[in-house]
């Protein structure tokens, strides 16, 4: 079973910085793409950063310029670096790891960030 574990999320003035980390049980090349989401109270979960298996990145318009999706395939692992944060960025911030063929959806528990004004 596929098990996805984020780490470093937390409370943060507006204008900071913090960097999440996603922990993947197997290969993330196994995966067609990883990416983070994001899910305020009373909102819908959204995207946040994707990065496919060759390599291409994809943003939300909000987040692009401040946020950068990176992976370490040694490790199993895929980060989120927030710069410039922002209250509206406020969220639980989830994991995702999808699968084409055979077609599967994997999340992570969640990492709550909290950015102040």
């Known amino acids: 079973q596929v098990q996805l574990v984020e780490s470093g999320g937390g409370l943060v003035q507006a204008g900071g910085s913090l960097r999440l980390s996603c922990e993947v049980s197997e290969s993330i090349l196994n995966f067609n793409a990883m990416g983070w989401y994001r899910q305020a109270p009373g909102k819908q979960r959204e995207l946040v950063a994707t990065?496919?298996?060759?390599?291409?990145?994809n943003y939300a318009d909000s987040t692009k310029g401040r946020f950068t999706i990176s992976r370490d395939i040694a490790k199993n692992a895929v980060d989120l670096q927030m710069n410039g944060l922002k209250p509206e960025d406020t969220a639980v911030y989830y994991c995702?790891?999808?699968?084409?063929?055979?077609?599967?959806?994997?999340w992570g528990q969640g990492t709550q960030v909290t950015v102040s004004s």
């Open positions: 995702n790891a999808d699968r084409y063929f055979p077609y599967g959806r994997y």
């Open positions: 990065l496919t298996r060759d390599g291409s990145r």
